[in-house]
């Protein structure tokens, strides 16, 4: 999340708007600055070369940096059903994570955004690990995000089937959603923030 981005999303906006709406203001100010070029200049190739890559290189350039992925647009969550009394605690997201994951420790600066504009949500980062917790427990410390040292077992492996990080969220409902890493986008922040209100 870049700061253009945190910008919007601290406007009001929601996690999925905040990331398309830099898009579409590109796209509407390349659009602009071509029909300003083009009431101005000749019609000629070299102009209209000129105005294609006026209206072309801002998006491709701002994509290039701040991609928007499929777990953006739609929700790629897993949903498993839970027994009666399996799960005790509701408005709960977990993060199951490993001590060293660099895509785990990319996670905690936006999962901290979203407890700070949801502070009622439980957040915890399950980390999976034999020793200690590695560079994550240090900088889930500063960031006063709760966490805890779990070993590997049958329970985390079902859920994460491997993959780190993986994000569970329990509401109350007798359903677990559930996000690998490359399916945790936007749409799961935004989802999770639906659940608090």
Known sequence: MNILEEFILLLGFSWQMSNLLPFILLFLSSVFVVIFLRKKSKKTTFNFL???????I?????????PVFE??????S?????EDGASKKNNELVVFSLPNCPYCLETISLIALLKKRNPDLTVTYKIITHNDGGDIESILKKSQI???????NKYTESL?????PTFVYNDGDKELKIWD???????????????QR
């Open 50 to 56: 000129i105005r294609f890559l006026v209206s072309f």
């Open 58 to 66: 801002p998006l491709s350039l701002y994509f290039g940096f701040n």
């Open 71 to 76: 777990s953006d647009i739609y929700d790629l």
């Open 78 to 82: 897993k949903t498993i059903k839970v």
């Open 146 to 152: 709760k966490f805890e040292l779990l070993n590997k």
């Open 160 to 164: 994460t089937q491997g993959s780190y």
């Open 181 to 195: 890493n490359n399916s945790f986008g936007t749409k799961a922040l935004d989802f999770i923030e639906d659940k």
